[in-house]
Nanobody, 127 residues
Framework: QVQLVESGGGLVQVGGSLRLSCTAS????????MGWFRQAPGKEREFVAA????????KYTDSVKGRFTVSRDNAKNAVYLQMNSLKPEDTAVYYC????????????????????WGQGTQVTVSS
């Protein structure tokens, strides 16, 4: 049974930082590109960041470039999202997701490509 478990969310002030973690089990982690998505109240789920199996290819949505960093540790079956300079518009439930691929450099921002999803962790940025 595949499980993705996010942690690290919480309440933070504008300009603060949080580090989200996502630990995977029940799958061969090194065969999956990993993504982070978020969903704010009343809005559709949106892509935030993704990282290829190799860890060298990453992709970000424009609104988080320069503030967020995605990384992974294949030995620990974990993917991380370091979020700095947080803004109120970053408030959302953050989800990690796994996309099986044979290509070490492949990543995508399309949610439908991701087969497995975590339950999400709430991030609230207060002003």
């Amino acid at each position: 049974q595949v499980q993705l478990v996010e942690s690290g969310g919480g309440l933070v002030q504008v300009g603060g930082s949080l580090r989200l973690s996502c630990t995977a089990s029940g799958l061969t982690f090194s065969s999956y590109a990993m993504g982070w998505f978020r969903q704010a109240p009343g809005k559709e789920r949106e892509f935030v960041a993704a990282i290829a199996i190799s860890g060298f290819n990453t992709k970000y949505t424009d609104s988080v470039k320069g503030r967020f960093t995605v990384s992974r540790d294949n030995a620990k079956n974990a993917v991380y999202l370091q979020m700095n300079s947080l803004k109120p518009e970053d408030t959302a439930v953050y989800y990690c997701a796994a996309d099986r691929t044979t290509l070490s450099t492949y990543i995508t921002s399309f949610p439908r490509a991701y087969a497995y999803w975590g339950q999400g962790t709430q991030v609230t940025v207060s002003s």
